[in-house]
């Protein structure tokens, strides 16, 4: 299998460049993944350079560009690759090296939408109540493993990172402002009823296609801003 | 280039080193307490192996059944087969209702029952009266609690204003003029500069080490680096020959299939078809404990009635439960079932075999959280300076075999309980930087070794790991006996050996995984010896510790705790508590499900 690679090692490269790198079919199997590959890259090249840990796709380690697509290497099936494999880092955000992104702006973003619950205190006696209908508002949004892969497949993220929020913060926006027990939910929108924040939002559904956990932000998103009407 | 023994310094009130659940339930504390602390940690915090944890966290809330943290102690006691100490046991099962209400209030999205109070479910070993009838005691978000949890952690501290070293590796342990614990040196992931964060507080709680194992439930960056920097203090690990093989791993890949798809009703079959578990566990069955079921399937499959062409797994069955059930509940279940074998559960049966999963061994601590070693006269005494959470710490509330849905209890309760004890400290003694002089000089000796190039060694820390991986399957796996022990020392001699001639091929600065991946292997390592050599030690069977030559649990001689020193692989011995403060102890007995 060929595998092309942008390569990017700051301490010797003025910009990134394609590499191709060759594996001996012989060493994959049927059901291997993308990342089972790029370990085997790596015991060629140690020097490869991407991030990774749960191996299954919860911790959101290993986004990545493949072939065009934002995906997670660890829940990506090299059977349906192709033979030649494209991998770049995700788009839009600085390289810090090969496929490693500074997602520092990304992170910021989920900060400055107050991604936390704000309850009215209670004693440890006792727990919130919560209807399992009031509950079912939050699937769909709290499974979100902060990848990165819709922010970076996002336009309008890529134009404006320090403005828009983009999807993944908006999402765990929506999440809070959604959920019965938060009583910021006033506040929370307000400050989200932004030009920039959330309405840069032009519904291109680029977050949707990239979520590797089958979440749908364009959707949140849209439910947000209905939200918004209604209660403000 | 060569390091010297000059490195920009940062002092705080308190570091806590890995942010998984128990670091960042302790960060939180320590925050609101308003003490100076640091979050370091090599990855970024949600990303820390927390997350992974699917099926829930114990407590004897209450809500399903009527129920009592003494019947989850006693359980508790006797899933450990009786090695877990009793005091510390009966803290966690006190401290557990409470501390999940407050998980509730940070925000974490549990299941809920109709009448909006958190969901709980039945798990292995879980009992209500002291052993009756089964337990609905394990608090859920639908499979994702661990992913639930640790975000609603992070997510508090970023409220709060933590402040962490995101991508940052603590390399060693670092001590003063005293001796004791002062600091620690930490490399940025990212450029490669080394700097020294200096503190009388450092708390541990950097996670497991499963990646000693060739097949496990691990992240890739479980590898014990709590545990190697105390070895290297010259501090000891406890009762490191236990480590639970999950019954229910994907076959082959190793992934977490969570025991409540058992809980939800899932059955284990053999090629027959039969459901073997009531062969093993007449009463409970599928809900036995991790290790019962674990060696039960190994049994299965040894005596032939393994599925599939090479018949080396079983099926765990849940076909005949409800569609609604498992979307509802298993949900993440169904995806890791789809992702890495193609297999939709509610048609199919998922393939399963039994791999490695938690450590129950760890760094000694007291129920504060301090860590704990013996001084010349055999007495267990608080190394200044030094904590540990989590399951890199061995407290020991899990004992010789873990029950599902204590870990996430363990990392929240130790992990508030032990800030609290640094803020008691701090009130009474503020943090002093100055006069301190810290010993850099074996740290530095291990930098300076991995700088090292050899045009002539083919060896690769990639293939060192790989190999001590399989020395620990084969001599250290779900059952063990003299021979293959043996064979396993003489292996690791050999690992050793490489390991020390090894060289890096990288030098590069930024982002070099070579390097680091050569400071991890020396941590995992260093655990493959302590886990061997204490399983020598242990001529009996104890919970997850299954010896083929001496099949008995023998408390006459082995009702105690093994301490591992690193030094000339030597093991000492500790009592295990037997008196639990509000109640009467649990004396052992044959433990049958």
Redesign the interface.
Known sequence: MKFIISRYNPEIDQDPYDQTLELDDALLFPDSMLLDALHLLREQDPSLAYRSSCQEGVCGSDGMNVNGKNRLSCVTSLSELGQTVTLRPLPGLPIIKDLIIDMTLFYKQYKAVKPYLESLPLDLEKEHLQSPEERAKLDGSYECIMCGCCSTSCPSFWWNPDQFAGPAALLAAKRFVVDSRDIKHIDRLKELDSATTTFRCRHIQNCTDACPKGLVPSRAIQELKSIMVKDL | MKFTESFPIETFDALVIGAGGAGMRASLQLTEDGHKTAMISK??P????T??AQGGVNAA?GNVTPDKWEWHMYDTIKGSDFLGDQDAIEFMCQEAS?IV??L????V??????????YQRAFGGQSLHYGEEQAYRTCA?AD?TG??IL??LY??N??LGTTFYDEYYAVDLLKNQDGDINGVLVMNI?DGVYKILQSPHILLATGGAGQVFRNNTN???NTGDGLGMVLRAGYPLQDMEFWQFHPTGVSGKG??ISEAVRGEGGKLRNSLGEPFMEKYAPRVKDLASRDVVARAIAIEVNEGRGCGPNKDYVHLDISHIPNEIITERLP?IR??SQ????IDPVEEPIHVYPTCHYMMGGIPTNIAGQVVSPDENGVQQPVKGLYAIGECACVSVHGANRLGGNSLLDIVVFGRKTALTIDEALKASPAQHDAVTLNLTPVVNRLNRWLKKDESNND???QIKKDLQLVMERGCGVFRDEPTMQKALEELKDIQKRLEHVC???F???????RL?AYELENLVAIGHSTVVSAHTRTESRGAHSRVDYTERDDENWLKHTLYFQENHRVTFKPVNLTPKHHDSIVPKPRVY
């Open positions: 990855v970024f949600t990303r820390s192996h997350v992974a809330l409470e209400r407050e509730e209030h940070f925000g999205p549990f299941s809920r029952l109709d009448n909006g109070k958190i978000a994702r992913h639930a975000h609603s997510q508090q970023l409220r990212h992240a890739t960056i992934m977490l993440g995806e890791i992702t890495f074998l193609g690769s820390i990639t890096i091929s990288d590069g600065n930024v982002f070099n995984l070579d991946a």
